[in-house]
């Protein structure tokens, strides 16, 4: 599937804010980012990084990057507890376990803000009117993210993504990132997706 992406609520200097995040970012969560790696291989057996086809602006597929959470193996979209190692309860809580998207966001697959990147049979569920989630790129972080994450319904998490669309700016970003940082530190809605939700593990059950 391609759609072509709309022009609206798009604002110019997205991927340079995009940049100088990276820029600001990059050696701390290099730093961070090994301690992670570190963790994870010393505590449970398999790849450090978790590999996922995701869909992207426009309807086009990427692989994101994410540091594992699982043991190893093949694991359902909505996890039970105890297939999530003590190390990565501990990265998903922090969100820490996004820290390798910055990759994404460098290779210019995400942006710093954005609705997250949705798992492509999740495509065949959407109204007409919810694809234009896909108008703006993923994002790391996004105004659903800051709203309740995981603790939000489909519904409530996809209008707080079409509305960040229809109102994408500068400002609204630094707020998002800004807002960001206080739900890292919380912790808040990190707990994985309802089995009964009807896009499940859009916002990160599938790690």
């Not at 909505?78 to 998207?101: H, K, N």
């Not at 697959?109 to 108008?135: I, K």
């Not at 790129?137 to 800051?146: C, E, F, H, I, N």
Request: charged share 25%; hydrophobic share 40%.
């Amino acid at each position: 599937m391609s759609m072509k992406p709309r022009e609206t609520g798009t604002y110019r200097g997205k991927r340079t804010l995009d940049l100088m995040i990276l820029t600001l970012a990059g050696p701390p969560a290099l730093v961070i980012g090994l301690m992670c790696a570190i963790a994870i291989k010393l505590t449970s057996r398999g790849p450090v990084l978790f590999r996922q086809v995701r869909v992207g602006r426009s309807a086009q597929p990427f692989t994101v990057l994410k540091f594992r959470t699982m043991i190893d193996g093949e694991n359902p979209i909505i996890p039970s507890d105890d297939r999530i190692t003590a190390v990565g309860r501990f990265l998903r809580r922090t969100s820490l376990d996004e820290l390798p998207q910055l990759l994404n966001v460098a290779r210019g697959e995400m942006s710093v803000v954005g609705p997250r990147p949705t798992l492509p049979y999740q495509l065949d569920r959407w109204t007409e009117s919810q694809r234009h989630r896909l108008d703006a790129k993923p994002g790391l972080t996004g105004l659903a993210q800051v709203n309740g994450r995981n603790d939000l319904s489909w519904p409530d998490r996809i209008e707080f993504d079409l509305r960040y669309v229809s109102e994408q700016s500068l400002l609204n970003d630094l707020m998002i990132i800004w807002r960001t940082a206080g739900a890292m530190l919380s912790g808040n809605g990190t707990g994985a997706t309802s089995a009964d939700d009807p896009i499940a593990g859009i916002a990160g059950a599938t790690k």
